[in-house]
């Protein structure tokens, strides 16, 4: 791999696919604009942050990418692979996270990255990660079956493994350990993946990013005008507290911006603009608020 070269390539492809995020947003929205923000991180590179706020179908929506790079991987990037503390790194990546207005309509994430550790004297040591999941406040099993039939389609034609291995994964990792249920119904997640050469793993990383909108789009269009009133609004509210918890207490990429002295409002530009929390409440049994713990809250094959 021809570092610098690779880095250019991914970097345009990232920026791009920010751009057509974006667009796609605005144009289903068709009230706001995402603002954006240049900046530049003391230590090493910057980004570009856009974020679209109290649209008429998203309240909130942020898509960020950033490039950075420094002289010392942080300790979040390291946990798990401590044979490189130590190296100087960059980090290029895009995400996005969408929350809507309308309870019926899922929050929805999505994260594509490519890291290089590097050492004097040494080969760079890359891989790529990322992926993309959902979280309903209401479930429906078709929304759930097409969001799982596109994460296997961007899979397929990478491994006929990945989509079992990156479910299975992506189930674990967005699984709220100190509240014993998962984020949402899940979807893909990955990391440290170089076992096809940069070629497939770049690949692959892209097709995970082309594949977002198609999972998210057909739920925001069918959900989007679904009535709702001050029951359901109350909690979607309430489930966004789960999606705090998980970001601020578990979320590697979180605790690598912060670690790596990244941009704060950019980083934490995944919570959502409003959000409570109550004492010890469950929903009552046989109501559309329990179902979604009964049934959609389980880690499940959905096709």
Not at 13 to 25: D, F, M, W
Not at 50 to 67: C, I, K, P, Y
Not at 83 to 89: D, P
Not at 153 to 177: L, V
Request: glycine share 10%; aromatic share 14%.
């Amino acid at each position: 791999m021809k570092t610098e070269q690779s880095i250019a390539a991914v970097k345009n492809y990232l920026l791009g696919l920010q751009e057509r995020i974006c667009t796609a947003l605005e144009t289903e929205d068709a009230r706001e604009k995402f603002r954006e923000d240049t900046w530049d991180r003391p230590e090493g590179g910057g980004g570009r942050s856009r974020v679209l706020v109290d649209g008429t179908v998203f309240e909130q929506a942020g898509v960020n990418f950033s490039h950075v790079h420094g002289e010392r991987l942080p300790p979040s990037a390291t946990a798990l692979r401590p044979e490189l503390a130590g190296r100087s790194f960059q980090a290029l990546g895009v995400s996005l996270v969408v929350h809507p207005r309308n309870p019926y309509v899922p929050t929805a994430h999505c994260n594509v990255r490519f890291f290089s550790a590097e050492k004097a004297g040494a080969e760079p040591v890359w891989w790529f990660g990322g992926g993309f999941d959902l979280t309903p406040y209401y479930g429906f099993e078709e929304d759930c079956i097409h969001w799982h039939r596109t994460a296997k389609a961007a899979c397929d034609p990478h491994g006929p493994d990945y989509y079992a291995r990156f479910k299975k994964w992506c189930d674990e990792y967005f699984f709220i350990k100190h509240r014993g249920e998962p984020r949402g119904i899940g979807g893909l997640f990955f990391d440290d993946l170089n076992e096809n050469g940069f070629e497939g793993g770049f690949g692959f990383m892209q097709s995970v990013g082309d594949h977002f909108l198609p999972a998210y789009l057909p739920l925001v269009r069918k959900r989007k005008t679904t009535d709702y009133g001050e029951r359901e609004r109350d909690f979607q509210l309430y489930r966004r507290g789960r999606y705090v918890e998980f970001n601020l207490v578990y979320d590697r990429g979180t605790l690598f911006g912060l670690q790596s002295g990244g941009r704060a409002e950019s980083i934490l530009m995944s919570l959502p603009p409003l959000v409570k929390w109550r004492y010890h409440w469950a929903p009552s049994a046989g109501t559309p608020e329990a179902r979604l713990h009964e049934i959609f809250l389980k880690p499940r094959a959905w096709i």
